[in-house]
């Protein structure tokens, strides 16, 4: 047997899930967990902090529509986020971060008033030269590489030679560079790191991004006007994960941000979250369809798998197979009763949505949830794999609204 | 620096790449290698073995209707696949495999006459039962879950516990359900793995496997109209790796072919391949965007990354990241002049194609190719992520026809 994640706690207190009698296999986000998780942000951070959603974490159309209000800013990774974002929000709130830009895909972002996060000095001449030709006067942000990462996150985005950003020692040049061709300069976007449930890391590294910042700038000679100082505040998955201390963060950042190099005193900062938001707020569900047993192991065998929802199978850069949380729908208190293994309907070993895990007896038609699937999910899931249908998305509202 | 797999040889001799000038990101099948690699089959297999197309490997439509004329049947492992199977080719030829089979889906293979390799007892319950409320006998093969497993292969399928397929010891009891509840017995699928490249472990394997039939066979006390020996053979994808030897493997087929038990004198015997087949035909083509210098590291950041070929960037399902064969498109043969970086576009580390290889020089616009990419490209890539547009698919022909 091997253990499961933290169910989130919005759902551990239930007797069952509301949505079994759904059409499966779907995933339901409840908008009731992310507003509380927004609110929550607020709450703890600084009065003056901006929040932004990373929309790579879920672009379903409704859900974005539903957080737009909440946020103060949307951060998108391709033309095809941007023009999602574009659907709910003005361009000058929303920035676009991402390297190997090609030429359309700058040259829309210009044209819609989006802030590009600029990945390297070659990226920011085409956008100059892109500005120039369109006669508009492109939003300029830098992308810096920083030169330290965020210990304990799930994907390291600094301190070593990467793809994203700008080496710190190239970025004052760049800025001038910037400057000197007409762009409008936005500012500084520093992302050390993802998914990491060290708050003590997250508070260093927040302390060293807003140092960088303050460094760069008086090496530059020049304020920026907006410090996005990324994200990476993880959600529990896996068994022994505890959910990061969001108010310890809170705090500290304020404390950073009172004792600000002059430069920065007329700078706004924001944080972006995509997983934070929305991670917990979803569950994937999907039917059994078949139980049996082979070779004395227990086998589910449900009717969505790794097509819906890689990340729980492991199989999407992860190493050692964990499981998800996960429950029978309609049995969330019970004892359990057997040890089960539940794989998707793919014709292959890697479809495995939980290993060995210990849960009450689910039959054929019972519905099975796995947990802390709002992230990641639906688009980062390879849905045409063997030809079965893609899955269903529904966006509910727990409070009723 | 690290060794990338070998190039096929078709595409080894060449000096560039001739699909240079196409749009990017694609996917280029050159039909002329499928044709090659099934007439190689054709040649080294015993004459009466059918040679069966796994669409899994590529369900592109064209290359599909190209296909079909040349081989004996195809096995689809869905309702979505089994669609566009049945657009290119006869029900009768179809076999269709996989566990977790929704009633709708036994009940349009039931309909159309394809064959339905049961995974389970109570799958052969249902698919009766459906089969008697149509009016129409279904064809129902026995998919088994064998008590050894294909040594040195990709993805073991056989000999442990095991969503696939029905216990030996468990067969020939539903062999006598099957004819009692009216169903067509059509036979046995026996699968114990992929992606070997261990000829020796191939043919043990398939002598096994001509084995097990027989011992079921017995035990049922009927001949099974066909047995399906699956497939398994590797194609090369990495540094060291050598292709199987399928004239030894044809040559110890045959052998065992003719010491058949009485009781399979009558039966038809097929073997089921998909990455064999179409593997080595593909190319995946990416442009080069940005060339980054960071920490000393050269980037070329490309234009389509694991949103289309999750495979090649180590993320699915491999634990080890090694490298696909890679080539400037226009300097096959030229010297390595760098060690490079190879990544696509979405803004996480998990998007790397190739991890420091060493290549001739590629400035930005010039194009990159991955070779080995015609299995489990497209259809098997998260191709949402991130919002990048999905990737082109090209059918040619090499020799012009």
Redesign the interface.
Known sequence: MKAFGPIPPEFKELRALQWVSEATPAYIYDFAIVSARIAGLRAAMPKALDIHYAI?AN?MPALLAAIAPLVDGMD?????????ALGVMAGNRISF??????DAELEAAIRAGVTLNL??I??SQRALAIGKALGVRPRLAIRV?PDFELRGSG???GG?????GV?VEHVPELVRGIVAGGGDWRGFHIFAGSQSLDTQAIIETQAATVALAGRLAKLAKLAPPLVNLGGGFGIPYFAGDTPVDIVAIGTALGKALKKLPKILSGTQFAIELGRYIVGEAGVYLARV????I????T?L???GGLNHH?AATG???T?VKRNYPVAVTHRMQDVAEETV?I????????DRLADRVALPRAE?GDVIAIFASGAYG????????????PVRELLVDSRGH
């Open positions: 790579k672009p998108v990774a391709s033309a095809g986020e941007m023009t999602r971060a991402g390297p190997g830009k090609r990945e390297s070659s990226e590489n994907m390291k985005m070593r030679a990467s793809p994203f080496e369809i078949d139980r049996k082979s070779s004395g192991e086998f065998i449900v009717d890689l199989n999407f850069g190493v293994t794989v998707g309907p793919l014709c292959t070993p890697l054929m639906a688009s980062a899931s390879p849905s045409a794999f063997l030809g079965h249908a």
